[in-house]
């Protein structure tokens, strides 16, 4: 049976040029980066090469990238981090209600230490108001963290105007760009940030290794002790064949992001016209206009996603129900929630991801599979009052 692949919000495909990438790393090329020999020489050549790449994609320094484990990682780091080396006797961090878990369960995490969180509300489409961002400063506040777009729903959050507010008040900006890195250009002398996490799976690379862009002269306190890696600010031999993956995939999107997002984008807005024309009662969630290229989420009404997302798995297609953690339980997404929609509406929603490896075939295969499901579905469903 055919596979149509669209959940790259929760990962990506490797691609083809990223794997040829890492192969030799995986043979001949296995010195430590730390050694001095000839064996780790070439290592270490590779990780200079893939930082510059990874510094490119975002406009920033070499010197100011970090490799971590996971783009979760890079979030804690810069968190934790960023809050540790304040000064302030009484702290305060701001950030949204429609973070991914990396952000919104590190920032539950800082409460129990008695630190005040305000988690921002956002409008009907996962927008935060830059007014409110405003208005929650406070003397102590120590941190602003809003991601750059959602993985959910896809909407990207007004970040410029966020972070010149947070420059006027003298807080430091942490953003999670991990949805955002190749689907749009980021540059952070344009938005100066002072931290953004990025993730290697996200971005056709490997799961396992992310990294944190940290200002030059920032102070962020270490989240792991040990050796001396990473200019001494994050501890434990690197993950060679993940940073090679991430710094070709980081060349990778640095030359197609002229083109590729134009062409997920097309691809998207063909299927989401599709399904919202040829199916009654279905709702976009997330902004109409402010939105990832890969995203569009749609509420079945009358209907649970799971089950949706079953039928269509059993035909090949693959897709989400909101996060792929809220996948795994049966409660109804926080963003969703956030956003006002009601839990019945939705737990009716799906996550349709595309990604680089998408064709029109697979938008017109989904087209063709879907309305009868849904149609079958709602038959059945005791809700639906047709
Ligand atoms: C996937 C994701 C993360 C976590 O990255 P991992 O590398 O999977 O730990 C963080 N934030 C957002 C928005 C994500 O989509």
Not at 119 to 133: A, N, R
Not at 233 to 253: D, F
């Amino acid at each position: 049976m055919k596979t149509v692949y669209m959940d790259n919000n929760a990962t990506t495909p490797i691609d083809p040029r990223v794997k040829e990438a890492v192969l030799p790393f995986l043979g001949e090329l296995y010195g430590n980066p730390s050694s001095l020999h000839a064996v780790a020489k070439p290592v270490k050549q590779a990780m200079i090469e893939a930082r510059q790449h990874v510094a490119d994609l975002i406009g920033a320094e070499k010197h100011e990238i970090f490799f971590t484990a996971s783009g979760t990682e890079a979030d804690n780091w810069a968190i934790k981090g960023i809050v540790a080396a304040s000064r302030n006797e009484k702290k305060h961090v701001i950030t949204s209600s429609v973070e991914h878990e990396a952000v919104r369960n590190t920032c539950k995490y800082l409460t129990h230490l008695g630190i005040d969180v305000t988690f921002l509300p956002v409008d009907q489409y996962g927008m935060v108001d830059p007014d409110d961002v405003r208005r929650a400063i406070r003397p102590e506040t120590v941190l602003i963290t809003i991601m750059h777009s959602n993985n959910e729903v896809g909407t990207i959050q007004p970040i410029d105007e966020i972070v010149s507010i947070a420059k006027e008040a003298g807080v430091a900006m942490h953003t999670d760009a991990v949805q955002s890195a190749g689907k749009m250009p980021l540059d952070v002398g344009q938005l100066p940030v002072d931290t953004m996490a990025l993730s290697g799976h996200k971005l056709y690379a490997l799961k396992g290794c992310g990294a944190l862009y940290i200002r030059s002269g920032l102070l962020v306190r270490r989240l792991i002790h040990g050796g001396h890696q990473e200019r001494g600010r994050r501890a434990g031999t690197e993950n060679v064949v993940g940073i090679v993956a991430l710094g070709a995939a980081c060349k990778l999107a640095a030359e197609e992001i002229g083109t590729e997002p134009q062409h997920i984008f097309d691809l998207r807005n063909r299927l989401e016209a599709g399904i919202l024309e040829r199916i009654s009662h279905t709702t976009l969630n997330g902004h109409p206009k402010m939105r990832l290229c890969s995203t569009t989420n749609i509420r079945f009404e009358y209907l649970e996603g799971e089950s949706i997302l079953l039928r269509l798995s059993a035909n090949g297609i693959c897709v989400s129900t909101g996060s792929a953690c809220s996948s795994a339980s049966l409660e109804a997404s926080p963003v969703l929630i956030a956003m006002g929609i009601p839990p019945q509406h939705a737990h009716g929603a799906i996550r349709f991801s595309l990604g680089r490896m998408n064709t029109e075939e697979d938008v017109d295969y989904v087209l063709e599979v879907l309305p009868p499901i849904i149609e079958e579905l709602r038959k059945m469903s005791p809700l639906f009052p047709g």
